[in-house]
């Protein structure tokens, strides 16, 4: 008798529950998309004790992961970081909303530099907020692999290390690699040049230990691989767990990125994003968040606080002449893309 | 002979089932972040569990929906199999194979269907997990109740109602008391598919929403967290008492001997 | 009139059902069966012949397979053994092996991470003992590996509660009738325990051919499963009428060995009570 009074009386509180949960529509929150690994989680909580906005952080994996979900349109987010060419296409797809810089008043810790670069995909910096960049390059042990061979791209196709390669689980980046090797433009559409870049992937295949994004780091810190292909912060940040780890950008080459936040047009909390970005260019909290993430940061105070041997560190700065020597990721048409993914896909899938 | 044979076989099954769960309880406490190797003994991921909000809130939510969504899921489900129980053999027949559908179905395309639904209608949320929830766990209710239905005795509620009983007083006191143990184990079932979710959860969850499956999953797929171990030890120990106490509750030994 | 009355009981269940079950399924059909700019279309459901996806799905087919069998062959003799365990602690044995499906299910995954990499738990103690590595993470077998482990107890649990039903009295005639421990097997306890088997086998062969979540965090992105094509079309290629699609075919070939299996089951094999 009592059990049963009890159970229909849980029963009822929880159905109160669930009408609750339905009807509320939350005035005080900031929904984000970001890469994973991409913020310090405390600077996240601070911000919440600070303004008393709750945030409703979500991660993705790869860009086109990013575009499918912001597109899928089943969530309205306020504010959303992602790299260049993904940035480019939602641009041009209108999905960007311009930015109000005069909201976002510590923009002015920022760099010029990185607007500049920008410019490739925001023609007249309107749209979109630096957060870090880099390069793609390979971290590899110093105590696995010859150190002499590691300045080209051609040691991931080394027989001699089948089974310790770690390659990026990204369909543009993984492509990048194979690109450079050829002396391809990265941002080939010839389907003869691409058929050519897989087919060297396809032979790539059975050396490889995993396709990885973020756990690349921590399985390079174990050393359960020799090598992995990884963004140039990553390799920073292992360097710092494991000694026996270097990074090297190879000659042939690379991709240089830069990821930027931007609003999109499902914004609906746009004064928060505005105090999150503001947030985010603080000086204390973008300190605290470079020593997580670990890549270039365009915040000249953080930069300059650093030791100077840190601000010398050519895995975490790239030097110029690296990056002179590098490409920039440009946005695909659609039916681009789909041969990209069906390429990827099939090198997935072969044998 | 055979005897030790069947010890022998019964223990190495046992390592098998065992031996990843000890693993990750030894993790746990272990003093080195990424490397498999014993760096000594420590506490720092038990605190900086308790410290992560991310995973706490993981926790919460994971509680609430299972919770709610069994509960819900039991009331509807019990509701229906009295009324699948009235029915006429063809509409049992229908109801019972729509029913079904979402029990047998793939994890991944009852997530997937329902993601279609939300997306066309409204935003996913949390209310979205919970009525993806309630729906897959609706029929390990109805399946429960509706063989305690059958083997309750009609003759009694009959008997009840011609003297005078109303039909809801009659129920109350003759067909709820011998649905009741369905109903339980019903919810339970429920409640425990509800927490091992992953696929569906997946699929219909909103921004920042997590149950514990999907934020494992993200992490998981971020690198190694140790801090992982320590709840896997937490929580294979509440399983643990749990299930203790579930099973070995005198009442459930009664309940097993009949 | 009177049960008419209690038959309405189940109207908010029929509507839940219309919308949450019947409206969804619906849906992917209609995704299923049209272009992105909402044409009729069978290019979906046919893109199961390219290469890319047929081998994913003729993969899964076999790691189900294989997962299944190799659960079946290492639950029946637990069932056994444990339904012959005539003491106090019966209870608690079943209990022991039933346990570890209450643990998460992404964390049993997790455990066999860390035991199966390169300089995991497993490879370390190998090392010790001088024995060559394992280098099975990465690979279709890690992936067969963590799915046994995960679906095991689904088939130890109805493989036991179907011989657990067994009269003891029904085995005790046989014998006392003259038949040998061999034949008491293949003559009462297997057809008896038909049943369970059946439950067990699809309770682990359809998640396991449909899973993707294993495959990802234990196949390093090598392992392509039908599960994976699908999620990713849905997660990373924004084509969601071609993981409809796609996940039609899928829903056909579960339903298929279903009722393949409820054939051989004697009709009443496939229900889960």
Redesign the interface.
Known sequence: MKKTLLILLSMLSVSALFAGCMGKDSPNTLTVLNYGKYIEPKVLDMFEDETGIKVEYEEYI?P??M???Y??GAIDYDLICTSDYMIEKLINEGEVLEMNYDNIPLVKNLDQTYFDFSRSFDEKNKYTLPYFFGTVGILYNKEMIDESKVDSWDILWDEAYA?KIIMA?SVRDSFMVAQKRLGYSLNTTDDEKLREAQKLLIAQ?PL?????VDEAQD?MI????AMAVVYSGEAGLALEYNDKLAFSVPKEGSNMWIDCWFMPKSAKHKENAEKFLNFLCREDIASLNFDYVYYATPNTKVKDSLDPELQKNPTIFPPKEVLDNCEVLKSLDDEATMRY??YW??I??AD | MRKSI?RI??FI??L??????M??IV?SFNNSKA???WGGFTLRWYRELFTNRAILEAFSTTIFVSLASALLATL??T??A??????KKS?RAI?LG??N??????????G??????FV?FTRLGLSTVL??H??FN?PYV???V??KLKQSSRTTYEAALDLGAT?LYAFYKITWPQILPGVLSGFLMAM?MS??D??VT??TKGAGINT??TM??TE??KGIRPE??A??TI??LI??I???FI??RPAARKE?QD | M??L??????????L??AG??????V??LY?AFTTTSGNFSLLNISSIAF??HL??LVLSLQLAFICTVICLV?SY??AM??N?IKSKSQ?L?V???I?????????????????L?????IN?LLGTLGLPGL?I??TPKAVVFCMV?DF??FMILPIYNAMARIQPDIIEAAKDLGAGRITVFFKIILPLTMSGVISGI?MVF??A?????IS??LG???V?LI?N????A?????N?NL??GL?VV??VF??AS?ALMNSHGDGEGG???
């Open positions: 790869t086109e992961n575009y499918t979900k597109k899928a089974g689980d295949k490889i230990y995993s396709y990885l399985e174990a050393e359960n691989a993914n069906l896909k099939e997935k899938s | 069947e076989y019964l099954i046992f098998f089932l065992y031996l990843p769960i693993v990750l993790l490397k498999v190797v509807l489900g509701l229906a009295l009324g699948i129980d009235a029915m509409g109801m729509a029913t559908i979402p029990l047998l179905n793939a994890d991944i395309v009852t997937i269907s329902m993601m279609l639904l066309r009525i993806a309630i729906t609706i109805i399946l429960n509706l063989p039909p425990t927490l091992d992953f696929s997946y699929f514990l499956s494992i999953y998981m797929r992982m171990y709840l896997s929580l294979f399983a643990l749990l299930l203790l099973n070995f097993a | 009177r049960n009355k209690r038959q309405l009981l189940a109207g908010p269940y029929i839940w059902m949450f079950i019947l409206l969804p399924t849906m992917i995704y290469s890319v081998k994913s290492l003799p637990v053994i444990l012959n209870g044995l209990f022991i092996f346990l570890p499906m209450w643990m998460n299910f992404m964390l049993r995954i997790l455990a066999w991470r860390m035991l990499s390169n300089n995991g738990v370390s280098d993470l990465n482990y095991l107890p699809i359809v998640p051919l449909t899973s993707f979540a990802d965090l390093g992105g090598k392509l599960g094509v699908i999620e990713q849905f997660m990373q290629e924004y969601w993981g409809s996940s899928l829903m579960v339903i279903m229900s889960f009570t």
